[in-house]
Nanobody, 118 residues
Framework: QVQVVESGGGLAQAGDSVRLSCAVSGLPSSNFEIQWFRQAPGKEREFVATVLWSGDSTTYADSVKGRFTVSRDNVKNTVYLQVNSLKPEDTAVYYC???????????WGQGTQVTVSS
């Protein structure tokens, strides 16, 4: 059974940094991507970043390049999203998704709320 569990959200002030975690377990193979999305109030869910479950390739949305860094710890089976220089517009629920690169099957986490005050 695949499980995807996010953590690390909370309240922050503009300019702060936060590191979100995505613990992944039960993947049927290593050929997965672990993706971060976010959904701000009243807006659609948007792609943020992705990293290969077995590999170093990363991709970022243009809107977050330079402030967001995605990384992976295979020992802990965890993917991280480091967000620096937080802005109020980063306020959103951040979701993690494991998606099979061949199967396309996707597994979502429940999300973690990040709220940034000015």
């Amino acid at each position: 059974q695949v499980q995807v569990v996010e953590s690390g959200g909370g309240l922050a002030q503009a300019g702060d940094s936060v590191r979100l975690s995505c613990a992944v377990s039960g993947l049927p193979s290593s050929n997965f991507e672990i993706q971060w999305f976010r959904q701000a109030p009243g807006k659609e869910r948007e792609f943020v970043a992705t990293v290969l479950w077995s590999g170093d390739s990363t991709t970022y949305a243009d809107s977050v390049k330079g402030r967001f860094t995605v990384s992976r710890d295979n020992v802990k089976n965890t993917v991280y999203l480091q967000v620096n220089s937080l802005k109020p517009e980063d306020t959103a629920v951040y979701y993690c998704r494991a998606v099979g690169r061949i199967s396309g099957r996707a597994y979502w986490g429940q999300g973690t709320q990040v709220t940034v005050s000015s």
